[in-house]
Nanobody
């Protein structure tokens, strides 16, 4: 079993940057594929970016491609989401999710473990 804790959210202005962190505790976190999802009020959960358990493959949605980058540091049991050029439409609760030996898939049902989420608000 693994526990996930997100941090780094906050209130920023359009064009600013934020870095979210997802720390995994419990069993060997390096064995887990991890993804970031987000959910805005009244909208469905949306895949943002994912990284495979080996770390060799990363994926991101078209809406954030070129602006957001996902990376993992297995020595720190941490997954990062670097978010640049933030837009008001990026406002949402961002959650990380983990799946043992996962590939960083874009479907939420692929993930067994979820964090509580961190709020990101981008003012125009």
């Amino acid at each position: 079993q693994v526990q996930l804790v997100e941090s780094g959210g906050g209130l920023v202005e359009a064009g600013d940057s934020l870095t979210l962190s997802c720390v995994g505790t419990g069993r060997a976190f390096s064995m887990y594929g991890v993804a970031w999802f987000r959910q805005a009020p009244g909208k469905e959960r949306e895949f943002v970016a994912g990284v495979s358990w080996r770390g060799g493959s990363t994926y991101s949605s078209d809406s954030v491609k070129g602006r957001f980058t996902i990376a993992r540091d297995n020595a720190k049991n941490t997954i990062y989401l670097q978010m640049n050029s933030l837009k008001p439409e990026d406002t949402a609760v961002y959650s990380c999710a983990a799946d043992q030996y996962g590939a960083g898939e874009d479907h939420p049902h692929a993930y067994e473990y979820w964090g509580q989420g961190t709020q990101v608000t981008v003012a125009s």
